[in-house]
Nanobody, 116 residues
Framework: VQLQASGGGLVQTGGSLRLSCTVS??????????MSWHRQVPGKEREWVGR???????DYEDSVKGRFSISRNIAKNTVYLQMNNLRPEDTAVYYC?????????WGQGTLVTVSS
């Protein structure tokens, strides 16, 4: 299973970005799997940002609630992280993760930098 994350970049405080995570392989559908987003600042532990369950229900870490939203396009086998009202403290490398069975698969990470 391969996950390809993209969409990171430099944005000013208050701006928006949308990250994408595309899963390769028609046998690796995101439909029945938990997909999540995480982020990591150098020198700190990777932290969970949010997830979307197989039934489409989403859940978020408190600091991003109301600003970030996760969605998916099953036909494109892609999960999205829409980030609005970005803050400098959102600066990090963002990773997507998928769960197939008992195994986790990570994307390669995409850098988001929010300037003040």
């Amino acid at each position: 299973v391969q996950l390809q994350a993209s969409g990171g970049g430099l944005v000013q405080t208050g701006g928006s970005l949308r990250l994408s995570c595309t899963v390769s392989g028609s046998r690796n559908s995101i439909r029945a799997n938990y997909m999540s987003w995480h982020r990591q600042v150098p020198g700190k532990e990777r932290e969970w940002v949010g997830r979307i369950a197989p039934n489409g229900v989403t859940d978020y870490e408190d600091s991003v609630k109301g600003r970030f939203s996760i969605s998916r396009n099953i036909a494109k086998n892609t999960v999205y992280l829409q980030m609005n009202n970005l803050r400098p403290e959102d600066t990090a490398v963002y990773y997507c993760r998928g769960t197939w069975g008992t195994a986790f698969y990570w994307g390669q990470g995409t850098l988001v930098t929010v300037s003040s």
